[in-house]
């Protein structure tokens, strides 16, 4: 990718990843390019099946091969490609370097251990300390997660925690070694309202004072605008648009964009009687449509978007859209 340079945290070029369904093979992300820097917050949003969590997955290494493959591309961390990893180098960097939020903290612990336990074990994996320092180690992750009374809680099961608690262990599992990057796959999805603003309130906090780079993916855009650096719209496994996060929300570009936006809740004092919603549905993985995938959706579809795959160009300095209506503008 043009103007990029080597001082990104994280940069991923021209990512594609295939999944084998019989003797086909399927594409299920196209040509992802993208950057995250030191303390700065990235949102990668989209609706379910575009291949936010593929993406987040490639970049940790836990793509199941087989059935899923990643069959080009560079994945960057600190000027490493990752994709040149052994198993044994990629084991050292998760956890250690870069560490993920899972969407269900309850399918992601382990619920014959506690949670105390289960947070030793990444300091037990990656750091050569002893046991008591890595119970102290524990108790003081904890406390800065905001988990109550770190020594009572850290012998409790992940079943006696609440659903906010567990995502907070989550996260302390993913911040005890000290990584530089931390992705957060929809980490408020399966929480209430009041718990999701204590979770995003957590990790932009915690963000900010240890200079983490954030990869959060969502679908929500009330999420977007509370914690957001910078935005990626993604849509049938290609980004469509890249914007700073006021940029986005003052002057979306591309139509799904668009769609996304006027498909979101607001009050009464807005005037607005029905809720707007897109029409039909993300296109499958087998669908060989020409042209923009965005197509059979689009209330501004031209001749030229079904017969030609627009380009994601760079218009201005972090802004980047890929339609054919940004040529007409």
Known sequence: MPGLQDSHLLEVRDLAIKIRAGKRKLTAVRGAGFHLDKGECLCLVGESGCGKSLTALAIMGLLPNPPIEISEGVILFKGQDLLKFSQEEMCDVRGRRISMVFQEPMTSLNPVFTVGDQIEEALAAHMSMPKKDRQEAVLKIMSQVGLPKPS?????????????????????????????????????????????????????????????????????????????????????GSIVEEAKVDDLFERPMHPYTIG???????????????????????????????????????????????????????????????????EHL
């Open 152 to 236: 009572e809680t850290c012998r409790n099961y992940p079943h006696e925690l609440s659903g906010g608690l567990r995502q907070r262990v989550m996260i302390a599992m993913a911040l005890v070694c000290g990584p530089s990057l931390l992705i957060a796959d929809e980490p408020t999805t399966a929480l209430d309202v009041t718990i999701q603003a204590q979770i995003l309130n957590l990790l932009q906090l915690l963000q900010e004072q240890k200079g983490l780079g954030l990869l959060l993916i969502t679908h929500n855009l009330g999420v977007v605008a509370q914690i957001a650096h910078r935005v990626m719209i993604m849509y049938a």
């Open 260 to 326: 996304l936006l006027e498909s979101v809740p607001y009050g009464a004092d807005k005037g607005r009687k029905r809720l707007n919603s897109i029409p039909g549905n993300v296109p499958a993985l087998d669908a060989v449509l020409p042209g923009c995938a965005f197509q059979d959706r689009c209330p501004k579809v031209m001749e030229v978007c079904r017969k030609v795959t627009p380009e994601l160009k760079r218009l201005l300095e972090g802004r980047r859209v890929a339609c054919h209506l940004v």
